[in-house]
């Protein structure tokens, strides 16, 4: 059985699966669907159509599931999907997509999203995340799996950080960061490859060498985007890690951080 406290207003039709609890004063609106052992804190908000999985721990007064803050969106339908195992912490604000984004907003697994940060619509959230206090996403932003996002850091519209990725506090995201690079300051610039995240990741000195010598190609040999694409690419044949870095590079419309 699921553990409702007797002050929380849960809609009937929210399915609130065994083993869950919904604390004080929570709201659980119409159409969410919240997995097994989840934890709701007290006076914290969750609206529908949203689906929370397992595990997840969402924590007092935090609001998941609100209607996109998109001047565009006149009430169509739209959802959040939050996976497995994620703490989502105080005042954190995640919102349903728009019918311009695909509709939906989705949160991968393990994810540790600290207090005040915010998620808008749209949004697309990989695997083992951290968000700092106050990190926040504007619309339809990607994030790589294993990115860490520093405090106060602000990211713009459309743009995509990639996996491994790392923002220092305050830094102001203007336009794409490669897999396991390091940025800072606003605008954003690159400050070398995140060594201590490949090392957490399993990555061994020869994988950790191959990816500094792609940033080095990438922002100091004076080479042109494309040209240093293709001396990347001519050593990536046999690492898939080097592999995504390229095909990140190749597939970023609104270009990298440089």
């Keep these: 059985m699921s553990d409702i406290h007797p002050t929380a207003i849960v809609d009937p039709s929210a399915e609130i699966a065994a083993g869950s609890g919904i604390g004080p004063y929570a709201v659980i609106g119409p159409q969410v669907v ?65 019918q311009d984004g695909g509709g939906v907003t989705s949160i991968g697994d393990g994810n540790w999203i600290m207090a005040y940060v915010h998620i808008a619509h749209d949004c697309q959230v990989g695997q083992g995340v951290v968000f700092a ?29 990639g996996e491994g990725c790392f923002t220092s506090m305050g830094s102001c995201v203007r336009r794409d960061v490669p897999p396991w690079v390091m940025v800072a300051g606003d605008p954003a610039t690159p400050h070398g490859t995140n060594s201590e995240g490949m090392r957490r990741r399993g990555f061994d000195s020869d994988g950790q060498r191959r990816l500094r010598s792609a940033y080095r190609t990438l922002y100091k040999r ?28 190749q597939a970023s419309p609104r270009g990298i951080v440089r």
């Design 133 to 161: 206090n106050g990190a926040s996403l504007a619309g339809h932003v990607s994030v790589g799996d294993r990115a860490t996002l520093g405090g106060f850091t602000l990211v713009h519209q459309f743009c995509r950080l």
């Design 34 to 98: 919240i997995e097994a052992d989840c934890q709701i804190g007290s006076h914290a908000v969750v609206n529908g159509p949203t689906r929370i999985g397992s595990g997840t721990r969402i924590f007092q007064f935090a609001s998941v599931g609100e209607q996109p803050q998109d001047k565009k969106f006149e009430g169509e339908t739209s959802r959040l999907e939050i996976g497995r195992n994620n703490t989502i912490r105080e005042f954190v604000t995640i919102n349903r997509g728009t």
């Design 222 to 249: 004076g080479l042109r985007l494309q040209e240093a694409i293709e001396a990347i690419e001519a050593d990536a044949t046999d690492d898939p890690a080097l592999q995504r870095f390229v095909a990140f590079l």
